[in-house]
């Protein structure tokens, strides 16, 4: 079965310090992962996108890496700053049977002053 | 470019009545995705519409229908609502599907 599962569910830090949020997933065969972040009401925004190929992306303080053997990713969360504060989700697609993309629970982060 | 735009952006419905939500895609993305979340579910996906066309189907009941316009823009329709249709509705566009996805800002269902 194709499936997502995200740790930590909650996440709560100090300013300044650093996170790694994780994502563990069965999805085979595989054609991407991406990170995206949610702010509270709002869409989803993507952070990155990564395929077989590539083991780890950056955007800005986020850092998100990848090994497709172990089908683990982590997103690394530099200096972490007040409006970090929001749920994180991991997204795989492939599958077997038909393109899918599936959805992580999320991680929600807050980040304390 | 103008990002995915979706309304209403609030709506309050009564049990048994239907309700309609509208998305208009990034210009040039031919593929549009809906996405139900609630706090406790997080996102599940409703179906996927490319050129007209219903690609895919989430696991939700007939009551959950929607199309796809020849502009590309995308309505999906609620009948018959229940309390549990209570989430924000989020619609996403992409140049065909398997590209990446950019959310619209979502509309919040309240069914009370």
């Known amino acids: 079965k194709n499936q997502v599962e995200q740790s930590p569910q909650s996440l709560i830090i100090l300013e300044g310090k650093n996170c790694t949020l994780q994502?563990?997933?069965?999805?085979?065969?595989?054609?991407?992962l991406r990170w995206y972040k949610q702010d509270t009401g709002r869409g989803p925004v993507s952070l990155t996108i990564?395929?077989?190929?590539?083991n780890t992306k950056s955007n800005g303080r986020y850092t998100a890496t990848l090994d497709a053997d172990t089908k683990q990713s982590s997103l690394h969360i530099t200096a972490s700053q007040l409006s970090d504060s929001a749920s994180y989700i991991c997204?795989?697609?492939?599958?077997?049977?038909?393109?899918?993309?599936?959805f992580g629970a999320g991680t929600r982060l807050f980040v304390k002053a | 470019k103008a990002g995915v735009t979706q309304t209403p952006r609030y709506l309050i419905k009564t049990r048994g009545q239907q309700v309609t939500l509208s998305c208009s895609p990034i210009?040039?993305?031919?593929?549009v995705s809906w996405y139900q979340q609630t706090p406790g579910q997080g996102l599940q996906f409703l179906f996927e519409?490319?050129?007209?066309?219903?690609?895919n189907k989430g696991n939700f009941p007939g009551r959950f229908s929607g199309r796809q316009f020849s502009n590309s823009r995308s309505e999906m329709n609620v009948s018959t609502l229940e309390l549990g249709d209570s989430a924000l509705y989020l619609c996403?566009?992409?140049?065909?599907?398997?590209?990446?996805?950019?959310f619209g800002p979502g509309t919040r269902l309240t069914v009370t």
């Open positions: 994502c563990n997933y069965t999805v085979s065969p595989f054609s991407n």
């Open positions: 519409y490319f050129s007209e066309t219903q690609r």
């Open positions: 997204v795989v697609s492939g599958g077997t049977g038909g393109f899918k993309t599936i």
């Open positions: 996403a566009s992409s140049l065909a599907g398997r590209s990446e996805q950019y």
């Open positions: 990564m395929t077989f190929s590539e």
């Open positions: 210009s040039g993305h031919r593929s």
